[in-house]
């Protein structure tokens, strides 16, 4: 597995060599982030600089082929006054998905009031909706029910944060807090994660109907 630490150093100073004070924030996501990586983990990495040009991007293109496991690398590249217009729903689980390596996203949390964190999770939800009923009559696939599962993950996490004002990180500690409902959607996940074995029709439908039930809880 990727020494994490010390990419992190070769990343951050090629960042800093080909970027230098414009650097704004670096940030790290994902399992690397949650410090759950296994062999096949993207480093899912983050930075904001002052602005972002064509050319920018570019040249960050060109700094990360010069770094090592360049094909394990992806994440999320911007300008700060983007992210400062970015839809505030999608703000919620960057914000707390997000673990800092240089700066803050701390100025974001104003944006991130209540009807944000609501639509957050009514559009997780519209969205899963949508991608079950679409994926049951359509593509019929296991690798797109994973992704829905991971997606109603986040859901759960917007919801107990709701109920909690607390930001569980790790999943699994939702389970003690959450309801039995949520729990199997959790638990469904967890066992994707750990290669459990995927019932496609008893869990599409599942996911559909708590999706559908929460949403129609909203109207």
């Not at 689980?93 to 609501?118: M, R």
């Not at 109920?163 to 729990?183: G, V």
Request: aromatic share 12%; with cysteine.
């Amino acid at each position: 597995m990727i020494e994490i630490s010390d990419w992190l150093d070769q990343f951050l100073s090629a960042l800093n060599a080909t970027f230098a004070d414009r650097i704004w924030f670096v940030g790290l996501q994902g399992s690397y982030g949650r410090g759950e990586a296994t062999e096949t983990s993207d480093i899912d990495i983050v930075v904001i600089l002052d602005e972002l040009t064509v050319s920018d991007i570019q040249k960050y293109n060109a700094m990360l082929d010069t770094l090592p496991h360049r094909n394990f690398i992806c994440g999320f590249l911007s300008g700060r006054k983007e992210l400062f217009g970015w839809d505030t729903p999608d703000l919620f689980q960057f914000y707390y998905d997000t673990k800092p390596i240089k700066g803050s996203l701390d100025e974001l949390l104003p944006l991130i009031d209540d009807v944000a964190l609501n639509r957050a999770i009514n559009m997780g939800l519209c969205n899963i909706y949508h991608g079950c009923v679409h994926n049951m009559l359509h593509e019929k696939s296991g690798e797109i029910l994973r992704g829905l599962y991971k997606s109603a993950s986040f859901v759960v996490q917007a919801i107990a944060f709701k109920r909690k004002k607390r930001y569980f990180t790790y999943q699994k500690d939702l389970l003690q807090i959450i309801s039995a409902e949520e729990r199997a959607i959790i638990e469904t996940f967890l066992s994707f994660k750990n290669g459990g074995t995927l019932d496609f029709d008893n869990m599409s439908e599942a996911l559909f109907e708590w999706a559908q039930k929460l949403i129609l809880e909203t109207t």
